[in-house]
Each structure stands twice: as structure tokens, then as C-alpha cells.
């Protein structure tokens, strides 16, 4: 999980850029390299099994039993699918091939639909997730997730439901390309504003957020542009054509199945790391993220970094908003666009995943787990009421939050436990005076 | 110190597990034949004050009167609301309402799956919504402008009696279609009974339908266009904007449900009744299930009760001549004599 060659501090600890960022620099992204090297996987585990243990008191306290409640919310999340192996067969996406599998793929079975729910939604949380997680690498916090997520969205239900003359491969492709740079658009007039008059990122994305909220909102809704032609009284959108859908890969796509698109987040996930860790590109967004006046004297643009960050953290929150039109929704409605929080729970599987790219994809399984596994279907009214459950998994990720905000606290624990171990060793360990 | 209070906790709830936290498992009168009856929400959530809320009070009744095993299904996000539907056919469930427009196209998918479950869906159209026509689907609709119309026609006779301004006002959530049909018959509801009157419509833009404070914002510009009558079409917001009435000792008017239990400055209540809907539909199924009628519209309008409006506030001036002539239009309406406009 931990990426010692991105904190840009040696593997060995050799004091590259100050071995104790805290006393120093404690920007965003210096505290972060302070994390990664201290903890690990301990913080974002310790606080994952914290934040489920205080939910489960919750849960007690409703005179509920936490056990049935966490083995229902595990099933309906379809991880118990994983238990059952037998003989059976799949067919090779995309193909005709039947091939022999240990796992029984079958989705008219409860577990394997709830599991492909689960990857529906782990699907755009790991896209939105990058977005917060790659701005933050640059020292920026991108609370604009939602609204680059939405503008995409957008983008993407315009482009599916018009151009219906297009073939189908390129329609899809120019749909994605442009929804991605949609969001990017979005993303990017934060970052230009920062670089050039100092706006701050938090305060404009979050304004940008609304901007798409009401926009979003008007476009589709009653007498917008974007409006359906069938049932005008209807605030939705029309919908994608079939062409340009991307393909089901697991399930009937007609049962919003599980859509070709996770290979796309599982993609920008590798991107994501490439991109950071392996281009000069990358060196420099990170060099910026820990100390803007250093990068500066170096040599690196900060202004310029500052845009780019941010318009590749958009691209993949465009992105996500453009995998959910093609893979499963279709159509945009007003409820559509004001209830989903796909972008802002991004900016939770960032924190737990602490900006890596493995941390983010096991965060994004994690939540999106969390919201199938806490759906009304799954936690059957004897085991918890189901005017309860939607909020269960809000306060799990609510106090997973609150943990990872407070996670100096788990690092000092930490830290001291290091030390005490340290000083029974000989004192002249190098670095930890 | 961590690692204790972390075994406290494990022991805590491993005391729970054991000391028969378990809820002993619901023990179902074993009538001859049970049905079984399922609703699912829209996003909004159970205690919405509204729709949802509606539906489920509707689902309690028929379990509590026809003796259905029921259960709810709430649905968070959109991608729920597909799942859920899909979930309560598997599970058995032999009637299932979907409650919304949105759920349009996931019965649409979803039903021909399910042959031999029967679905409803609340404030879904038949031959708008359904493009694939499921067999077993019945569109459940109101006719909201009878309701508007009427409380809109009582509105009008009280600003003709009062002194002051003949203007009068109605506040909705969010521009969906049913708030468009109470606004249209409102407003011909008053021009009815008083053509002198100015009528007020304004969106609070609340898609939760729960924000109080925003319907409290609009209900106070209107105030401040000297409304009389504030009509809140606005479920849980509408509240906001309902004490803002009271606080300018003007007249309420509530919605869906009847809601004078919110105080004497209530004029009436506007009634969509979706849990009398839930009911009736669930009573007719009961009668016969293999004769349950799907592939149309079920209407509920004034003339089969599932419109109409709510007690009348004690403080009104004139009340029984008043109600007199609402009662009269009423009939008009079931009639088919008066056919108040949908926007």
C-alpha cells in the first residue's frame, strides 16, 4: 500500500527533504509524506476497524445485533460469494468462449448481483477518489470531485442521447473522451484561478459544485435543453442510445449490470500511478505538492503545475460521471444530479487511501461494499429497521472521516510505540533523535 | 491505552451477540393465505413528510387491516432503485408499488422478468413512462389539480370575505410533475371563487423536499408581495414556509396529507392520498389476485376519494356556508362538470 518511491524521501529514511516534514513544512503533502512513512497500512486500518467498531455500538444501541447487522451488510455487499466454489462455467467477456471457473457467475443468484452492485459503484468512487487523491499529490485539496463528476455526467448524456448517427465504437469513445475532458474544463478554472490570482482551491471548487448542481439541474429539468422528448413533464434527460452503451461484462444488461467501465477505472488507476511516479510530470506535481517555494527555486513552473494537477484530477472525475451514463444510468434526472455524493465520498477514499493508488482502489471497494452491503435489500427488517440503514453507512464513513482527520492522534500512538522499541535498541539508529 | 478501549468495544459487542440482542424472528399469524405486499421508496427517504413516507404509512394499514406480510425497500441513491425492485420480485413478494417517476424505466425492465408478480407504480404513467408495455405493471396516477382546485376555490372565498389584499400564494419543492398539476388547479381554483385575485406560484428548489428553510425563504418574499394564503406544496420544506404563516397570522394551506394537526391558522389540507392508493390497490388485489387488472392506469381522482380536502380550521369565518360551496364544486368535479387545468 505504502509507495516509499512518492514521498520522495529514500527508502532508508537518508534525510532527502528534511526527515521530519512536521517541524519544517507541514503542508498537506509533507504531512502526508510524515504518514507514509510512519504508518503504512496501520492508519487507514486502524481507523477502518475503529470507525466499524464505534458503528457497531450504534447498532447495539438500537438493540440491534452488530454481528447479524455486519454479516448481513458483508452478504449483501456479495462478498460471501467468494465462499461458494464449485464447477462451473463463464463465458469470456466479449466473446463466445465458455471456459471452466470456480466461482458460480450466475446473477439471477442474490450474491453474485449484490457483488456486481458492489463493483457498479466501487466503479466511479475509485475515478472520483483519484480526483481528490492526484490534486492533493499537488498540495491541493479538490473538494470539486461532485461537480466535475456531474459536469461529466452531463457531457456524456448530452453526446449518448444526441449524434445518434455516429457508429457505434467511436460514438461511445467521443462520448468518454469528451465527458473526461468536460470534467477536466471544470476542474481547470479552479487550478487557473489559483495560479493565477490565488484563489483558493477549496473555496472555488466548492462554488464550482453548485454551479453543476443548478446547471446540471436546469439542463435537464422541465423546459431545459437537455430535456426528454417522450414525457415533458418529466425532469430527465433523454437517454443514451444503445449503440453507445458500454458493454455488460457481468450480469443481464437489461438488470443494470456490471459494465465494461471498471477496466477503465482499473486503467486509470495504473494511469494514476504511472503518470505520478514515472514522468517528469509527475516528479514535478509531487515536488510542488511538498513545498511550492522549493519547486519554484528549482525551477519548476508552480502556476503551471497547479492547472495541470487539477485538470488531470477532473479528467478522472469526468470520467467517472461518464462510466455511470454509458454503463448503467443512461439518463440524467434531476433527482439524478442532486442526490448523488459519488464526488464527495471520492474525497473519503482518498484520505483512507491516503493518495496511493492501491490505497484508493481498496478504499473504493471498501465504500462501495459499504453502501451495496447497507442497502435496504440486504439488511432484512428483523436484523436492522431500514429507516436506520441508509444512514449506517454514512456514519461508518462519517466516523472513518473523523478518524482519518484524526489519525495524528493514531500516528502518535504510533510513533510512540517506534520509539519505545528504538530506545531499548542502541541510540544511534540513524534520523531519530 | 488504544488497545483497551478497542477490547471494550470488541467485548461489547460480543456481549450483544450473546445475551440475545437477537430480534426473535417476527411470528406471522398463520391465516389461511398470507399475501405479500412490498414498497419501494424513491430517494428521499421514509420520514420525507411526503411521498415516501405516504407509501410506507399505506403499507402499514394494509398489513395492519388486510393482514399482507409487507416489507419496505428505501431507496438511497439511483442506483438503488433498480436492485430494490428487482430484489422484492425475487424475494416473493407478490404485489410490489415502486413510488415515483423514477421508476419508470426500472419497472420497465425489471417486470417482464417477473411474470407472475404484479407492480404498480405510484405516479408512474402507463403509456409514457413503460415503453416496453409490461403486461404486469399498472400505473397508479392522481389527478393533483382536483385537489389544487379545491382548496384553490376555498382560498379564493376566504380572500373575497377578509379584508386586505385578494392575493394568494403557492410554494412547491422542485418542479415535478404532480407540483405542477396542484399549482394549475390552485390558481384556477381561486380565480374560480374570487377573478379578482392575484395568484403567487414560486419553486423553493428543494429536491429533498425536507429543507425548511428554503421554502421559509420564498414563503417570506411572497409575504413581502402581500400574500394572504400560503399554499405549501413542498412535503417537509413546506413546513418552513407553513410557520412562516402562522407567524404573520396568514392562512396555511398543507398537502398530500392532512396536516390542520400543525395549528388553527390551517386553512385545510390539499389530499393526495397515496396511502389510501397503497391501500385500495392492495384491497383489490387481495379480492382476487388472478383478477387483478395490470397494463393501464389506475386514475384516483375526487369521484373514487383518492383526491380531495382536508378538516377545515375552526377559526374560519362563515365555515359551513364555506364548506357548503367547496362541497358543491366537489361534486361538480366528480361530475365531470368542472375539469380544473393540470398546469
Redesign the interface.
Known amino acids: 500500500m505504502s509507495e516509499p518511491e512518492s514521498t520522495g524521501v529514500d527508502r532508508d529514511g537518508a534525510p532527502t527533504l528534511g526527515e521530519d516534514p512536521e517541524a519544517y513544512a507541514p503542508s498537506v503533502a509533507g504531512r502526508l509524506a510524515f504518514y507514509q512513512r510512519a504508518g503504512g497500512i496501520v492508519t487507514p486500518l486502524?481507523t477502518t476497524?475503529?470507525a466499524f467498531?464505534?458503528g457497531?455500538?450504534v447498532v447495539?444501541s438500537t438493540?440491534?445485533?452488530?454481528?447479524?447487522t455486519y454479516k448481513a451488510i458483508f452478504e449483501g455487499a456479495g462478498l460471501n460469494w467468494f465462499f461458494h466454489v464449485g464447477s462451473h462455467h463463464i463465458t469470456v467477456p466479449f466473446t463466445q468462449t465458455h471456459v471452466w471457473f470456480w466461482w458460480d457467475t450466475n446473477t439471477s443468484h442474490?450474491a453474485a448481483?449484490n457483488l456486481t452492485?458492489t463493483l457498479?459503484?466501487t466503479t466511479p468512487l475509485i475515478l472520483t477518489g483519484l480526483a481528490v487523491a492526484f490534486a492533493f499529490r499537488c498540495g491541493l485539496f479538490n473538494i470539486g470531485g461532485q461537480g466535475q463528476y456531474l459536469v461529466g455526467a452531463i457531457v456524456g448524456v448530452y453526446i449518448g442521447s444526441r449524434f445518434t448517427t455516429m457508429p457505434h465504437l467511436p460514438h461511445l469513445l467521443f462520448g468518454l473522451v469528451a465527458a473526461a475532458l468536460g470534467g477536466a474544463l471544470w476542474a481547470a478554472i479552479a487550478g487557473a484561478l489559483k495560479a493565477s490570482v490565488g484563489a483558493h482551491e477549496v473555496i472555488t471548487t466548492i462554488m464550482l459544485n453548485w454551479i453543476a448542481y443548478?446547471g446540471g439541474?436546469y439542463l435537464v429539468?422541465?423546459?431545459g435543453p437537455l430535456r426528454n422528448h417522450?414525457?415533458q413533464?418529466?425532469?430527465?434527460s433523454d437517454d443514451v442510445v444503445n449503440g453507445a452503451k458500454l458493454p455488460a461484462i457481468w450480469g443481464?444488461p437489461?438488470?443494470?449490470a456490471l459494465h465494461a467501465g471498471i477496466f477503465i477505472a482499473l486503467g486509470a488507476l495504473i494511469a494514476f500511478y504511472v503518470i505520478l511516479n514515472r514522468t517528469t510530470l509527475g516528479y514535478e506535481v509531487r515536488a510542488v505538492g511538498f513545498n511550492p517555494e522549493a519547486a519554484r527555486y528549482g525551477g519548476i513552473s508552480v502556476a503551471r503545475n497547479f492547472v495541470l494537477a487539477m485538470t488531470i484530477s477532473g479528467l478522472f472525475a469526468g470520467l467517472a460521471g461518464a462510466l455511470d451514463i454509458f454503463g448503467?444510468?443512461f439518463?440524467l434526472?434531476?433527482?439524478?444530479v442532486?442526490?448523488?455524493?459519488i464526488g464527495f465520498i471520492g474525497i473519503a477514499v482518498a484520505l483512507l487511501g491516503r493518495t496511493s493508488a492501491v490505497g484508493v482502489g481498496l478504499a473504493a471497494l471498501l465504500f462501495g461494499a459499504l453502501?451495496t452491503g447497507t442497502?435496504?435489500?440486504s439488511l432484512d427488517?428483523?436484523?436492522f429497521p431500514?429507516?436506520l440503514?441508509?444512514n449506517l453507512a454514512l456514519m461508518i464513513q462519517a466516523l472513518i472521516l473523523l478518524f482519518v482527520g484524526a489519525d495524528l492522534v493514531?500516528l502518535y500512538?504510533w510513533q510512540a510505540r517506534r520509539k519505545l522499541r528504538l530506545t531499548g535498541r542502541a541510540p544511534a539508529t540513524k534520523g531519530s533523535a | 491505552m488504544l488497545s483497551v478501549v478497542l477490547a471494550a468495544l470488541a467485548l461489547t459487542m460480543f456481549a450483544g451477540a450473546s445475551f440475545g440482542m437477537v430480534g426473535a424472528p417476527t411470528v406471522r399469524k398463520a391465516a389461511q393465505v398470507t399475501y405479500k405486499m412490498a414498497v419501494i421508496t424513491d430517494v428521499g427517504g421514509l420520514n420525507d413528510h411526503g411521498f415516501n413516507q405516504a407509501a410506507n404509512a399505506g403499507r402499514l394499514q394494509v398489513e395492519k387491516k388486510l393482514g399482507f406480510q409487507t416489507r419496505v425497500y428505501d431507496t438511497r441513491t439511483s442506483a438503488e432503485r433498480l436492485p430494490n425492485l428487482q430484489a422484492a420480485a425475487q424475494a416473493g413478494y407478490q404485489l410490489v408499488f415502486g413510488t415515483g417517476f423514477f421508476m419508470g424505466d426500472p419497472l420497465d425492465k425489471v417486470a417482464p422478468k417477473f411474470p407472475d408478480v404484479k407492480f404498480a407504480g405510484i405516479d408512474v404513467n402507463y403509456n409514457t413512462d413503460l415503453p416496453s408495455k409490461p403486461a404486469n405493471v399498472r400505473g397508479i396516477q392522481f389527478k393533483e389539480q382536483e385537489a389544487g382546485y379545491l382548496v384553490g376555490y376555498m382560498a379564493g372565498l376566504v380572500l373575497k370575505q377578509q379584508p386586505g389584499p385578494d392575493i394568494a400564494s403557492a410554494i412547491g419543492a422542485n418542479t415535478v410533475p404532480a407540483i405542477v398539476r396542484y399549482f394549475g388547479g390552485y390558481r384556477a381554483g381561486v380565480k374560480k371563487a374570487d377573478p379578482k385575485a392575484t395568484v403567487i406560484l414560486s419553486y423553493a428548489n428543494d429536491p429533498t423536499f425536507s429543507d425548511q428553510a428554503k421554502c421559509k425563504e420564498v414563503a417570506l418574499n411572497q409575504i413581502s408581495q402581500k400574500t394572504q394564503i400560503i399554499f405549501a406544496v413542498a412535503g417537509g420544506c413546506g413546513l418552513g414556509a407553513l410557520d412562516q404563516a402562522k407567524a404573520q397570522g396568514l392562512w396555511g394551506i398543507g398537502v398530500d396529507s392532512d396536516q390542520l394537526y400543525l395549528g388553527p391558522e390551517m386553512l385545510t389540507s390539499a389530499l393526495k392520498d397515496v396511502a389510501k392508493a397503497v391501500y385500495l390497490t392492495s384491497q383489490e388485489f387481495k379480492k382476487s389476485p388472478a383478477n387483478f387488472k395490470t397494463g393501464f392506469n389506475k386514475v384516483f381522482n375526487v369521484k373514487n376519494g383518492g383526491i380531495g380536502y382536508g378538516k377545515v380550521s375552526a377559526k374560519l369565518k362563515n365555515r359551513a356556508a364555506i364548506i357548503k360551496k367547496v362541497n358543491a364544486i366537489k361534486k361538480l368535479i366528480a361530475a365531470g362538470k368542472i375539469v380544473p387545468p393540470a398546469k
Not at chain 1, 438493540?63 to 447479524?68: C, D, E, K, M, V
Not at chain 1, 413533464?233 to 430527465?236: A, G, K, L, T
Open positions: 486502524t476497524i475503529v467498531l464505534m457497531g455500538i447495539l438493540h440491534h445485533n452488530p454481528l447479524r442474490t448481483y452492485q457498479l459503484t443548478w439541474s429539468g422541465r423546459g417522450v414525457d413533464s418529466i425532469p430527465v443481464n437489461h438488470l443494470q448503467w444510468q439518463r434526472g434531476v433527482a439524478d442532486q442526490v448523488s455524493n453502501f442497502s435496504t435489500r427488517p428483523t436484523v431500514p429507516e440503514a441508509g493514531i500512538i
